[in-house]
Each structure stands twice: as C-alpha cells, then as structure tokens.
C-alpha cells in the first residue's frame, strides 16, 4: 500500500472543507432582502415555512376568496417579505374576482342582459382555478407569481 502525495493522513481524496455553523447574527430562515436588480423588488422564498405560507395564500384563494389570504397575510406580512409580497398578490387576486362576481350578479338584474351570467361567470370561475393552481404550483417552488388580470387594491 502505497501513501497518496499532499494528504497527511495516506488517504486519496482531502476531507471536505469545514463550514462553520451559522453565527447568532446569521439565524436560519432570516427575511432576505430583495435583490437589487430583481424587477419591481420581487423577493423569492427565504424558508420553507414562508414558501409554505405564500401558497397556502393562493390556494386558499380558490376556496375562501378573499378571507384566506387575508387572514395568512395578516398573520405573517410581518415576519417574511415572501409571505407579504405573496399574500398581497393573493388577496388583490380574489378580491378581483369578488368584484367580478359582483358584477356578473348586477348584470343578471338588467332585463335583457341577464344572458351574461351564462357566458361570463363560468368564464370568471375557470380563470380563478386555472390561475389559482398557476400560482400555488409556482409558489410552491419558491418563485414570486403575478396574476396577469388583476386589479392592484393593495399595494
């Protein structure tokens, strides 16, 4: 058996190098600020936990409407960027479609206009699925998600 050059100890390969846990200033899971050249400030997910949170935002979105994101952001706006930015786009995004609704039960109430209601609202609830899987599938792997078709009442 023959010693390898350069090891102390005779063995092949160097042990891998040592990294130092994380020091009291560095917890695990801290906020992450945005990067700078990120657009608009879009943050990605900095813990499981707020990874967790934001599609749970969005899916609930599905659901509740506007009360399940607006009871997540409210709980944890504070303590992720993630969960707040998030949370926002959830909330805006089911609020949109309250308003939506609203607007195709209005246009029921119009004589000769209540048709609407058939062509519209299936239209209306196929989009809140479709984007609302769309945005829990992509939160979900810890990447911002922006609804195309939203009215911004939180900003």
């Known amino acids: 058996m023959t010693n390898a050059p350069n090891t102390p100890d005779g063995n092949a ?3 891998p190098p040592q990294t130092p ?14 990067a700078p050249d990120a657009p608009g ?5 900095e813990s499981p936990d707020a990874k967790t949170m934001a599609m749970l935002a969005h899916l609930l979105a599905i659901f509740t409407w ?4 607006l009871i997540i952001w409210l709980i944890k706006k504070d303590q992720s960027p993630f969960v707040n930015q998030q949370g926002k786009e959830a909330l805006n995004w089911a609020l949109t ?26 239209a209306v609830a196929v989009c809140n699925i479709v984007f609302g899987i769309l945005s829990t599938i992509k939160v979900n ?13 939180i900003k």
């Open 13 to 15: 390969t160097p042990p």
């Open 21 to 34: 846990p994380p020091g009291p200033d560095q917890a695990q899971g801290a906020p992450v600020a945005p």
């Open 41 to 45: 400030g879009w943050v990605t997910a």
């Open 66 to 69: 506007f009360i399940g994101p």
């Open 97 to 122: 479609i309250l308003t939506a609704a609203v607007g195709c039960i209005i246009l029921v109430l119009i004589p000769f206009v209540n048709f609407t209601l058939c062509l519209i609202w299936p």
């Open 141 to 153: 792997s810890g990447q911002p998600y922006r609804y195309p078709i939203c009215i911004r009442y």
